[in-house]
């Protein structure tokens, strides 16, 4: 796995905010304050509703909720196996729901324990160095923006627009290793993928066609 040095694009410190003064809305008859009220109301209800749900669905909570559970049944039921479905069934008296196991994983930050987990060889065949670059155009002195632009990275420093850049690097797995975790790799072998470089799942309530 080819990796790239970046260790000459560094990243400055954001500037601490105090909290702002407003003008305040006039409120002559009390509606202002009625609706600020609703609105105060139903966002609390609202962040108390996708609360919950993260914590059914176990996007919170640890390893009790209904995508960790699936994750662990669907990771062992399909080991070994090349013909894999791309997703789980959950049912209640209710209907049920779909658990799709996306090609999308979160990136590892940790290589070392990934290739201590599933082999040096399977991370450099399956995985991928992954850098992304970012330049802060506020932080950018105006009278040296097109040059910046024009002269990129090599020049930021000369400018004096360290702070502007910022990079990061990760390991993220290929296309190919979707598919071919469950062949190549144990269950035991896979969970411990999962806690490292996690998969992006969708939950989706199945309707009756």
Do not use: W
Request: charged share 25%; glycine share 8%.
């Amino acid at each position: 796995m080819k990796k790239l040095n970046l260790g000459s694009v560094g990243g400055g410190k954001k500037a601490s905010s105090s909290k702002a003064s407003y003008p305040v809305v006039p409120d002559p008859n009390g509606n202002v304050a009625k609706m600020v009220s609703e609105v105060i109301k139903l966002t609390a209800e609202k962040k108390a509703i996708e609360g919950g749900l993260k914590l059914a669905k176990g996007e919170v909570g640890g390893s009790d909720g209904l995508v960790p559970l699936a994750r662990k049944f669907f990771i062992e039921s399909t080991a070994g196996k090349s013909d894999v479905p791309s997703s789980v069934e959950a049912v209640c008296d209710d209907g049920s729901v779909l658990i799709v196991m996306q090609n999308r994983y979160k990136a590892c930050e940790d290589e070392a324990a990934l290739s201590a987990a599933i082999g040096k060889a399977n991370v450099n065949r399956y995985f991928y160095n992954k850098f992304v670059i970012t330049v802060d155009g506020d932080k950018v002195p105006e009278a040296v923006a097109q040059t910046l632009i024009d002269e990129m990275a090599a020049l930021f420093a000369k400018h004096g627009a360290s702070d502007a850049l910022s990079a990061k690097s990760v390991t993220v797995p290929k296309a190919e290793f979707h598919e071919s975790r469950h062949t190549i790799l144990t269950a035991d072998q896979n969970a411990k993928v999962d806690e490292l470089c996690p998969p992006v799942v969708a939950v989706k309530e199945r309707k009756e066609s």
